[in-house]
């Protein structure tokens, strides 16, 4: 588990893969109640234009805060977290998460780190940008 103290800018968090199959996004559709058919519905004539189904974005979010919180462990708690859907990742396909460190600052006497995080597509491109800062032990 990091320590405040031995953060710096350029570490990088452990990567998370996912491949999720439309059971999986069938799963999250009824754990979020996004029942959008383009998530899960292979018939779905937007799908089926794109070649598949694409995994929500909420999804990826949340696939965003686990990495974080897997690096972070029990030695603090994420203060914030944000990103933007810039792309799609499709069904069985493989994304991978990755996070890397830009900061460390004190404010308010809490030890915050500035994290940038994304996921990206088999072919590297980011499709999911954002931002975490948590707030670690020191």
């Known amino acids: 588990m990091p320590t405040f103290a ?9 990567a998370l893969y996912k491949k999720p199959a439309r ?28 070649g598949d189904n694409i995994v929500h974005g909420r999804l990826k979010y949340a696939s965003l805060g686990e990495c974080v919180s ?8 994420v203060r914030s977290i944000s990103c933007q859907y810039r792309g799609m990742d499709m069904q069985g396909q493989p994304f991978t998460v990755r996070g890397v460190v830009t900061g460390t600052r004190v404010e308010d006497g809490r030890n ?5 995080v ?16 948590v707030v670690l032990d020191a």
Do not use: M
């Not at 109640?33 to 234009?49: C, I, K, S, T």
């Not at 897997?70 to 708690?77: A, E, K, M």
């Not at 915050?112 to 940038?116: A, C, E, P, S």
């Open 118 to 133: 994304w996921t990206e597509d088999a072919q590297g491109n980011r499709t999911t940008p954002g931002t975490a800062v």
């Open 23 to 50: 059971i999986n996004l069938v799963q999250y559709a009824a754990g979020s109640g996004d029942f959008n058919p383009l998530h899960f519905d292979a018939d779905f004539p937007q799908a089926r234009q794109i």
């Open 70 to 77: 897997n690096w972070l462990g029990h030695s603090g708690w």
């Open 6 to 14: 031995d953060v710096k800018a350029g570490d990088e968090l452990p």
């Open 112 to 116: 915050l780190v500035d994290i940038d």
